[in-house]
T-cell receptor, first 113, second 111 residues
Framework: RKEVEQDPGPFNVPEGATVAFNCTYSNSASQSFFWYRQDCRKEPKLLMS?????NEDGRFTAQLNRASQYISLLIRDSKLSDSATYLC??????????????WGLGTSLAVNP | DAGVTQSPTHLIKTRGQQVTLRCSPKSGHDTVSWYQQALGQGPQFIFQYYEEEERQRGNFPDRFSGHQFPNYSSELNVNALLLGDSALYLC??????????FGPGTRLTVT
């Protein structure tokens, strides 16, 4: 089983739709979780951290389910500019290499007019 | 405030050659991480530098080495290049354990 798994998509949705992505992780001791966004041929950019209580930033909502070991990202009222690849990132606990970031392969989203 | 910068932006090398990529972190950041991203894949962690020492390392061979300077800038060196080393090389800086910010990357093509 991969350490971090995402559905690669692509997700094709119309403008205004609500879309949700899930990401599962294998290490139950993982401590920190992030969603990054990456546009084609550009560098990843931090979209939001994921907190235990869930957090919202405008149209974006992130949630963590420790029992089932997954995080989710919900995008409401999709815009054309939301088209990108969304990368799930998990940070381990402990010392040394256990604390490195593990990246998913990303989920591709295309928002259509 | 300048963000993370990387140089060069593009590079073409032949098999067997050596390459050095450079990264300047965001102001105030002391930790630099390097990633390799192949087309259609997520970033793969190469290593991380803090206080001029390699603190963590991913599953990359010894052909990949690095260095961090007192001003926190960093270099990634790859020896004996293989075709499979063709990728986007990303540098990310952070302030110790906080979120990482990425540079625009160096696109390396090995022919």
């Amino acid at each position: 089983r991969k350490e971090v798994e995402q559905d690669p998509g692509p997700f094709n949705v119309p403008e205004g739709a609500t879309v949700a992505f899930n990401c599962t992780y294998s290490n139950s001791a993982s401590q920190s979780f992030f969603w990054y966004r990456q546009d084609c041929r550009k560098e990843p950019k931090l979209l939001m951290s994921v907190y235990s209580s869930g957090n919202e930033d405008g149209r974006f909502t992130a949630q963590l389910n420790r029992a089932s070991q997954y995080i989710s990202l919900l995008i409401r009222d999709s815009k054309l500019s939301d088209s990108a690849t969304y990368l799930c990132v998990v940070k381990g606990s402990g010392a040394g290499n256990n604390r490195k970031l593990i990246w998913g392969l990303g989920t591709s989203l295309a928002v259509n007019p | 405030d300048a963000g993370v910068t990387q140089s060069p932006t593009h590079l073409i090398k032949t098999r067997g050659q050596q390459v050095t990529l450079r990264c300047s972190p965001k102001s105030g950041h002391d930790t630099v991480s390097w990633y390799q991203q192949a087309l259609g894949q997520g970033p793969q962690f190469i290593f991380q530098y803090y206080e001029e020492e390699e603190r963590q390392r991913g599953n990359f061979p010894d052909r990949f080495s690095g260095h961090q300077f007192p001003n926190y800038s960093s270099e990634l060196n790859v020896n004996a290049l293989l075709l499979g080393d063709s990728a986007l090389y990303l540098c990310a800086s952070s302030r110790t354990e906080y979120e990482q910010y990425f540079g625009p990357g160096t696109r390396l093509t090995v022919t």
